[in-house]
């Protein structure tokens, strides 16, 4: 295929893991029929830890990618973002999830929104791999609800989730990566995001970089998920009250009854009264997560981090 008449970009893709060798040989796999020239990207995959030693996979893939494996001690997705951002060599990190498989353009439509909007921290478009999965289904279809909420103004995004966003090198390292604080995959991007915005930063939605996730959900692991979100929404407002000096707010009424009538608008079948029902369920989980997480910081209060000013 005849690529695009501009100066190519380097992007250094990120990819941290826990245990979850198959899922992440599938993500290598979408990597391997990327279209864009091979010099000018390299894959950074961060073991956060894994019971069981990735080399395998990895070995699977060293003649088809600039491939590195990198190793350390269970601290969490955000810790392991950084680990990763460390050794990269791009002027661009590009993060997604072990369970995401990218679309062959994915650098392509990525290194035109940037020629664009060049500096910007650059969001794309997840889409669920699992469609027959109602509790992955309604995890990403919160996602897109979220999405349709904080970026309504064009070129004024606020939140984009961490399975699918880039960012130059230079201005990551400025904000000192992503808050190692957060333990958990929940609400570490939130807190990224919203400091790249302090800092004047420029955040860009572009739709046309899709990737696809496909994060087997069961309804103890959807509310589980729901509950850590949670969590992670205190620590976020948290760090945010102490950043801005102001108290902790709550999204309007308008909110979340537009969230439960989103599914209409998006499944045109029974399943969207299953689907709206699992929204509910899922900010019963979230403010369960909060109130838990509050108990919990009163009881020990959180150090304060290098990464959240």
């Known amino acids: 295929m005849r690529h695009m008449e501009f100066k190519p970009l380097e992007f250094s893709i990120i990819i941290p893991t826990y245990n979850r060798p198959d899922r992440l040989r599938q993500c290598l796999q979408s990597l391997t029929q990327l ?25 699977q893939f060293e003649s088809t990618l600039s491939l590195q494996l990198m190793r350390q001690r ?15 060599q791009g ?37 669920n791999a699992l469609p027959h999965n109602p ?10 609800y979220l999405y349709d909420y904080y970026n309504q103004a064009q070129g004024e995004a606020t ?14 390292q400025t904000l000192g990566g992503f808050d190692t604080s957060f333990p958990l995959a929940a609400g570490e991007d939130r807190e990224f995001c919203d400091r790249w915005r302090h800092h004047g930063f420029p ?40 950043r801005q000096a102001d108290a902790m707010g709550v999204e309007p009424l308008s909110f979340y009854t537009r969230l439960l009538t989103y599914p209409l608008s998006r499944e045109l079948s029974w399943r969207a009264g299953l689907i709206a029902g699992l929204l509910f369920l899922s900010q019963v989980a979230n403010v369960a997560g909060f109130f838990w997480e509050r108990r919990h910081q009163q009881a020990s209060p959180p150090a304060a981090t290098a990464a959240s000013s």
């Open 135 to 144: 509790y992955s289904t309604a995890s990403q279809l919160l996602i897109d």
């Open 203 to 242: 955040m860009c939605y572009a739709p046309e970089v899709e990737t696809h996730h496909a994060h087997t959900l069961t309804l103890a692991s959807f509310w589980r998920q729901h509950f850590n979100y949670g969590r992670g929404a205190f620590y976020f407002h948290h760090i945010r009250s102490q």
């Open 74 to 88: 269970n601290a969490g997705p955000a810790s392991a973002r950084n680990t990763g951002a460390t050794a990269a």
């Open 159 to 172: 939140f984009f989730a961490s399975n699918n966003f880039a960012v130059p090198r230079d201005q990551y």
């Open 35 to 59: 279209d864009y020239p091979r010099t000018c990207f390299e894959v950074i995959v961060v073991d956060d830890g894994s019971p069981q030693p990735l080399t395998p996979v990895i070995k």
């Open 91 to 127: 002027a661009y990190l590009v993060f997604t999830d072990d369970d995401c498989q990218p679309q062959p353009n994915w650098l392509m439509a990525l290194a035109a929104a940037i020629a664009k909007v060049p500096g910007a921290l650059i969001g794309g478009h997840t889409l």
